[in-house]
């Protein structure tokens, strides 16, 4: 008896061993209210009175995205996106659009004040946003927010698309997939490469990922088909996405044109601020107008 | 996602590597089974533990100097991976020294893995080596525990950087009629970098090269 026991509890355990941490890995912080620059919570950085963005040109607004209603600000001016160039932001995995307000307005500052139009989201789960992350939300409420713009008349070859972090993963997604728009340019900040190869570096053995997660993030082969030039900031000292392999897989797996910016002494988070606010804007604007 | 991540990788980190161990070869015909717990110890939502990964196994002493053993890690099961660990531990030299014994052991193994999604299946292969010295229900041990990756590539092609992992370990054993509790620590991979990684690593020394692995043992022993 004792023995038919200990036999149908590992047979249960292999029949039932669907437990998978996927859903846990997404760090959504929810909000009733954005901040913005009252925002209290820790930073990275906060920026001077020099860099604050007008009210009238903050837009606080909502879309819907497989049925949940998904929040985004659009810094700039609504009703002239048919005519400006945009950047899309797509942010990392921890907090929301107040934790990633800062960043945004210094995409703002790109080329001179609110020369670009910048949008910032949250998705699903995060912030205001409705539902539960999820690998495949972080897609298609990226191509909720792409959608927005192209109903206000933007076109693909005035899209800047941006992912830090866990937003690498959208960003270089519809960079190389059909998508409501082709974005002319891609930047990415902190990519990783791959969650098999997350896998991988952290375990230190060729682990299949499926051994740990179904995320099926690829950015370092999903970049191979990106048509858009790349522009790659990679702190030398992060520790978390670690430049080598992550950030020098997906660079070397472009194809072109690319420039990486790799800044000695930045970690995970600090990019904009090791490498200097100034230096950071213009590496931007340099790179846009360049393509 | 530091945190899941790091309990995802961390707890299969060097976790092929079988939790706890028969240093000493067991006695021909005896059998037991063992029960462990413990893992690399990772930073983790404020505060330091060791990666919770626990196994099963059974021993079987097929000759005095010769002790074969099973395995299954049981955390890995739960997450669709079947984990098997099969060895041997066998007696080199054996001595008496003072007012106990000292021995010399040795136990190739491998690991068996397994997922039920994909069906997915790789193969590792360990050597350790023991000196140990008893005192009547007393045993400490140290040795080099030795782990081996095969393949020269990962993902996206990229050269895998490190092919054999060597872990220094020391441990103590305490033996009753029935029972044998065991506690082990492990430096794991010292010379390899842990601070560029996902999991947060505890790393010894000051040093930011490996991390220290903890495990406890509970073997029942059932003919003796």
Known sequence: MRKLIAVGVLVGLMTFSCARLDSFLFNPYKTDEYKLDDYDGKLQFRLGPEFDIPQDKIHLFSTTSQGYKIWGIYIGDTTTISSDTVILYCHGNTGHIDYYWQRAKLLAHVGGKLRYGVLIFDYRGYGKSEGEPSEEAIYEDTKAMMQWLKDRGLTGDRLV??????????????????????????????????????????????????????????????????????????????????????????????????????????????????????????????????? | MRGIIAILTGGILLSACSVTRIVEPIPQGRQEVQFSLGGPLIHLFGTTIPTPLTSVAYNYGYRDN???????????????????????????????????????????????????????????????????????????????????????????NLTQPKIWFWNPTIGYQFESEKWRWQMELRWLAPDVRSDYRVPDYVQPFGKPNGTIGFYIGITRKINW
Do not use: C
């Open chain 1, 161 to 291: 698309i941006y992912g830090y972090s866990m937003g690498t993963a959208p960003a270089t997604y519809w960079s190389s997939h059909e998508g409501p728009l082709t974005p002319r340019w891609l930047i990415l900040e902190a990519p990783f490469a791959s969650a098999e190869l997350m896998v991988q570096d952290g375990a230190y053995f060729v682990l299949p990922k499926q051994y740990v997660t179904d995320l099926e993030i690829n950015n370092a082969e999903w970049i191979k088909n990106a048509k858009a030039p790349l522009l790659l900031f990679h702190g030398t000292e992060d520790k978390l996405l670690a430049l080598d392999p992550h950030g020098k897989a997906v660079f070397d797996n472009h194809p072109g044109p690319k420039k990486a910016v790799f800044v000695e002494g930045a970690t995970h988070s600090d990019v904009p601020v090791i490498l200097g606010i100034e230096a950071y804007i213009s590496e931007i604007y340099n790179f846009i107008k360049s393509y």
């Open chain 2, 66 to 156: 010769l002790t074969l053993s099973g395995g299954l890690n049981i955390t890995s099961l739960a997450f669709g991976v079947i984990h098997l660990d099969l060895g041997a531990t066998y007696g080199l030299w054996k001595d008496s020294l003072k007012s106990g014994y000292a021995g010399l052991s040795i136990r190739p193994s491998f690991y068996l893995t397994t997922d039920i999604y994909r069906w997915q299946t790789r193969f590792f292969p360990q050597f350790d080596i023991m000196g140990y010295y008893r005192i009547n229900k007393h045993l400490v041990y140290g040795g080099i525990v030795n782990f081996f990756e095969l393949k020269r590539t990962r993902a996206h």
